[in-house]
């Protein structure tokens, strides 16, 4: 039996309740289950589509786009206009395209990568390898128990998850790359109280002639950029690494 | 400082939310940053147009939500007919196992226009009912209906729906 219709739910989890409401809705949580059991989806959604997306945030801003913000410029467009209805015609030929940020080579890839990181996401959430904590998400179960105990110096070819960098962050965490080698996933985990915290989970690159790259060292560009914008002196050597594995990752 | 220099300026340290809320609004990141540079062309030959009583992020916003919709327009429904076709792959097949879920990620493209612009501003942005209302000059209602029957899709993608 429940009293409490979705809309006031949802309200409830995007805090858009007065105080009065959102206390009623705290006291039936308490003892309601299934109230509780929205209430975690609604809140897992939110925090997946927030990690699927705010990577973004972290990425370096094309040139071109900063460009039309240079000061001493006149207003009116510094490059003609290209609609993306234009573009979309083409896509898949390869042919007019401009020069910037077309990476994505293969028409299948270029369909599909937009949906890719949130892929990613939902597909990790779904196999339980990632958890949510406080709104920030954390590698689980095999995730977790990799980033524990593998070395980037002794590798195990049949483990799924490789790992390919350790480096002390710049706030002092140490972190650590990682690849999933039967998926094209890879992310960047910072160890913190909580456990491997997950800043960066992005899909893999895939190479011209379509094959996955699985290599550690093809780490996706937001990986990759996302090691360079935290990372203080090197990456740990294998003795640093065991070192830094025997201590408890602190 | 005449307004086009004070937008300018305005809009450098919103470029990455802008570039997030146009990633969730076309999806793919090209296409997502030809829609930041319609954007800020648009934002820059309107700059005479924001009053400085007016948030620059939400106004910014608004320009990049109907630059969006025009281009869809412009576009026609091609996106949309792809978009669905993966979707109704998915909805054919009842298993949801770990591959399925991989795709299932295509519901937020497949949502409808009107469906995912509220989630890329309230879910992904973090805007208030009445800010998103505002902006898309809609009632609060129809914002919590749209992002309530959004939320319902995609949890019914993500399996976990009660």
Redesign the interface.
């Known amino acids: 039996m429940n009293l409490i219709d ?2 006031t739910l ?2 409830y989890v ?1 805090g ?1 309740l007065d105080a009065t409401t959102t206390a009623r809705i705290d006291a039936a949580l308490v003892h309601d289950d ?1 109230l509780r ?2 209430v975690q ?2 809140r897992a ?2 925090a997946q ?2 990690a ?3 990577p ?4 370096p ?2 040139a ?3 460009a ?2 240079q ?1 001493a410029r006149p ?3 510094s ?1 003609p ?5 234009q ?2 015609g083409r896509r898949g030929f390869g042919a007019g395209r401009r020069h910037t ?2 990476r ?1 080579l293969l028409p299948i890839a ?7 990181v ?6 990790w959430h ?2 339980g390898l990632v958890g949510v904590h406080d709104d920030r998400q954390y590698a689980a179960a095999a995730l977790s128990d990799a980033l524990d105990r593998a070395l980037a110096s002794e590798p195990d070819p049949h483990a799924p998850i490789s790992i390919g960098l350790s480096f002390r962050s710049a706030d002092g965490r140490i972190c650590r790359t990682f690849i999933n080698r039967a ?1 094209p996933i890879a992310g960047l985990a910072c160890h913190d109280d909580a456990g491997w915290w997950l800043p960066v989970l992005s899909a893999g690159r895939e190479s011209e002639n379509g094959e996955l790259r699985q290599a550690a060292s093809a780490m996706p560009p937001a990986v990759q950029a996302a090691v360079d914008a935290r990372i203080r002196g090197e990456a740990f050597d294998a003795q640093q690494e065991r070192a830094a594995r025997d201590a408890g990752w602190r | 400082m005449d307004p086009s220099q004070v937008v300018r300026e305005g809009l450098i340290p919103l470029l990455p939310r802008l570039r997030r809320l146009a990633r969730a609004l076309a999806g793919q990141a090209d296409d997502a940053d030809d829609l930041v540079q319609i954007v800020l062309e648009r934002a820059m030959t309107r700059a005479a147009q924001w009053r400085p009583d007016a948030a620059l992020d939400k106004w910014v916003f608004a320009i990049a939500r109907n630059a969006w919709r025009d281009e869809l327009r412009a576009r026609g429904r091609s996106q949309r007919l792809f978009a669905g076709e993966e979707a109704g792959a998915m909805a054919a097949d009842g298993n949801t196992g770990p591959a399925q879920k991989l795709e299932l990620a295509a519901a937020l493209a497949s949502l409808p226009p009107d469906h995912r612009e509220v989630v890329a501003l309230v879910l992904v942005e973090g805007l208030s009912y009445g800010e998103a209302a505002e902006l898309l000059q809609v009632p609060v209602g129809t914002v919590t209906s749209r992002l309530a029957r959004a939320r319902s899709t995609l949890q019914s993608y993500l399996g976990n729906d009660t």
Do not use: F
């Not at chain 1, 206009?81 to 209805?85: E, G, H, N, T």
């Not at chain 1, 270029?110 to 890719?116: E, F, I, R």
């Open positions: 979705n809309d949802q309200a995007d858009e299934l059991r929205r989806q609604a959604l939110r589509l927030k699927a997306l705010d973004v945030l972290d990425e801003v094309p071109r786009l900063s039309l913000l000061s207003p009116q467009p490059m206009i290209k609609p993306l209805a573009s979309a940020s077309r994505w270029a369909a599909t990568a937009s949906l890719a949130l892929a990613v996401t939902l597909w779904a196999g998926k």
